[in-house]
């Protein structure tokens, strides 16, 4: 069975209709068993690898990137390099999920490739020539079928984002993950709206309050009018949303405490976004006592300058099985810190900050992003711009 994409796409249907053996994983096409002749002048083969360019399902004409190459560097028949496929820039690199290619090439019309059929022959003619003018009989239209093993997806389309910037294998690191997000109030929406974005296997939401219209202020996206009526739970709302783009995303209408810690179980990561201190604590213990990595997030907004500007501190606080000794003073467990917290001001760029913040903290403690200091505990001071990161963990 063909992958999903070949039949809507007439420029890859031509190639598998051809009869070349065309794989598509992870938003990267594949097309494998390309005769080319080495520096030692025999005959190998090897695989042509282009990232796709799709509009939802669809293919669009391809950008101006390189193709690269699985294989030796093809060469003429004499065994000298073909020089027409030389790329400045070309080197051995991984791009996930099995994917390692040896070279890139460039090669590309004035105008550029019109479609992926034009771009895949156009190489395919050149790679080749050679190999065929040593043996006739050698051709990379075997009309052999390439299985469909492309691994089911958390996402509803390709992520041809993580393809064309050839992140793939570091996006993988985060795959397969189950993900707690413990609030949905306006940084825990934006920390959804990133990781929604991610490979992770499955997003737990838990809010047990309505979304109402403040809620739209500090919320990702639009909220339609229509939505502010109908009273649904947040935790419904914004799965609706996300589920649009990832297909794991759960609801629990649920506010998380001593009742009910087991929906915790199971749980890889999670993000705590609440105000409440005592029930924080509840989790917070429980997280630890199950070694799951947290970050709790943190924001304190106040009015200066006779009521003319706005200061602040925004906190980002991490825990890991290898450093949590720091929690106990830098989380608040106040039995009022929902009252100062309902007092607070809450602003949309600051809780997209604040997100941002936790979201990539927590790429970083699984190699997403490198990390040099490895803090635990951040804070960024609004009127100043300073971050300082504390509480670091060789």
């Excluded at 460039?106 to 003018?133: F, L, M």
Aim: hydrophobic residues 35%; proline residues 5%; charged residues 25%.
């Amino acid at each position: 069975m063909p992958h999903p994409l070949i039949g809507p796409n007439p420029d890859l249907k031509q190639l598998w209709d051809e009869g070349l053996e065309i794989e598509i994983r992870k938003g990267i096409l594949l097309v494998h068993r390309i005769p080319y002749v080495n520096a030692a002048k025999a005959i190998k083969f090897g695989t042509l690898v282009s990232e796709l360019a799709l509009d939802k399902d669809r293919t669009v004409q391809p950008p101006p990137h390189p193709a690269d190459w699985i294989g030796e560097y093809p060469c003429h028949k004499d065994g000298s390099a073909i020089a027409q496929l030389r790329h400045p820039n070309s080197q051995r690199k991984d791009l996930g999920d099995g994917i390692v290619v040896d070279h890139m090439f460039s090669n590309r019309p004035e105008r550029g490739y019109t479609d992926y059929h034009h771009k895949i022959t156009t190489y395919i003619q050149i790679i080749s020539a050679p190999a065929q003018s040593i043996d006739k009989t050698v051709t990379a239209y075997t009309l052999q079928v390439i299985p469909n093993n492309d691994c089911e997806s958390v996402f509803r389309y390709v992520d041809t984002n993580s393809s064309g910037a050839e992140i793939n294998a570091i996006s993988s690191k985060l795959r397969g993950q189950t993900v707690a997000i413990i609030g949905l109030g306006g940084t825990g929406s934006y920390v959804l709206d990133l990781v929604s974005k991610t490979e992770v296997k499955e997003i737990r939401l838990f809010d047990k309050d309505t979304f109402i219209q403040r809620n739209a202020f500090r919320a990702p996206g639009a909220a339609p009018i229509e939505a502010l009526g109908e009273r649904v739970k947040k935790t419904d709302y914004f799965k609706a949303i996300y589920s649009q783009m990832h297909k794991n995303v759960v609801s629990d209408p649920v506010n998380i405490d001593s009742s009910n810690l087991e929906k915790l179980s199971g749980v890889d990561f999670a993000f705590i976004c609440i105000d409440d201190g005592p029930a924080k604590k509840t989790i917070v213990e429980r997280l630890l006592a199950q070694g799951t990595p947290f970050i709790d997030v943190g924001m304190g907004v106040s009015i200066v300058d006779g009521a003319n500007a706005l200061i602040g501190i925004i906190r980002t606080t991490t825990s890991t099985p290898d450093k949590h000794d720091h929690i106990e003073k830098r989380i608040s467990f106040a039995a009022d810190a929902n009252d100062v917290y309902a007092r607070n001001i809450q602003i949309a760029e600051l809780n997209a900050l604040n997100a941002a913040f936790a979201v990539i903290k927590w790429k970083k403690v699984y190699g997403f992003y490198q990390d040099l200091t490895k803090e635990h505990d951040m804070t960024y001071t609004i009127n100043t711009g300073e971050v300082e990161n504390e509480d670091t963990h060789a």
